[in-house]
């Protein structure tokens, strides 16, 4: 079964400071995508950046980086010049080749992000 | 502007009224998904849709009933609603369902069953 874990209910970090939210993963297929997601206070759920099992290079988005380390299944979002609008929870997800579940994300419990000013 | 479109977005209800929540997306993707989210539990699926008249079960479908006629609408029923279904669903779609698809999430719908 595909499982994510992310371990830190709560960060804290301060503005322009850079941030590492972990995420780890457990999966037996050998084809699968990994996934970050930002949801603020109102609720909604924002994609911030993909990573494919075998892309060789950690993806980038902007000021996100996924720091992809695939020996240790993790797959860990840094947030780089932090400020107060990325105050909000994020959540890690996997798709999956195979499973019993076409096209289904599994996700984490979520990292609650606080920037301070 | 490309969206998924979820209605409504806060609903309170009693048990056993029947209820449904719209979701309308514009992209013309082929997959449609919907999850719920509940405190210290993540996302869960609950039902997904391939394709025009093409659905199937997640992990939590219970309780719900899903239909796709048109390839735009994935409506969520909920035939007769209990307490334990209180929670935010999250309706989700994207081009296809393989692995290196984005889903893209509406905006949520709160629900609370009395």
């Known amino acids: 079964a595909q499982k994510i874990t992310q371990t830190q209910p709560g960060m804290f970090v301060q503005e322009k400071e850079a941030v590492t939210l972990d995420c780890t993963y457990d999966?037996?297929?050998?084809?699968?995508?990994l996934f970050w997601y930002k949801q603020p206070s109102s609720g909604e759920m924002i994609f911030l950046i993909y990573q494919g099992s075998y892309d060789q290079q950690n993806a980038t988005e902007g000021r996100y980086s996924l720091n992809f380390q695939k020996a240790r299944k993790s797959a860990n979002l840094v947030i780089s010049a932090s400020q107060l609008g990325d105050s909000a929870m994020y959540f890690c997800a996997m798709s999956n080749a195979g499973g019993t579940s076409y096209g289904k994300l599994t996700f984490g419990q979520g990292t609650i992000l606080t920037v301070h000013p | 502007e490309a969206q998924v479109t979820q209605n409504p977005r806060y609903l309170i209800t009693v048990t056993g009224k029947k209820l449904t929540v719209t979701c309308s997306q514009n992209?013309?993707?082929?997959?449609m998904s919907w999850y719920r989210q509940d405190p210290g539990l993540g996302l869960r699926q609950i039902y997904y849709?391939?394709?025009?008249?093409?659905?199937d079960k997640g992990d939590v479908p219970e309780g719900y009933k899903v239909s796709r006629k048109e390839k735009r609408n994935f409506p969520l029923i909920l035939e007769s609603p209990s307490p334990n279904q209180t929670s935010l669903y999250f309706c989700a779609s994207s081009h296809t369902g393989t692995i290196k698809n984005i889903q893209y999430f509406g905006a949520g719908t709160r629900l609370s069953v009395l």
């Open positions: 992209m013309n993707h082929e997959y």
């Open positions: 849709s391939m394709n025009v008249e093409v659905t």
């Open positions: 999966t037996s297929d050998p084809s699968y995508g």
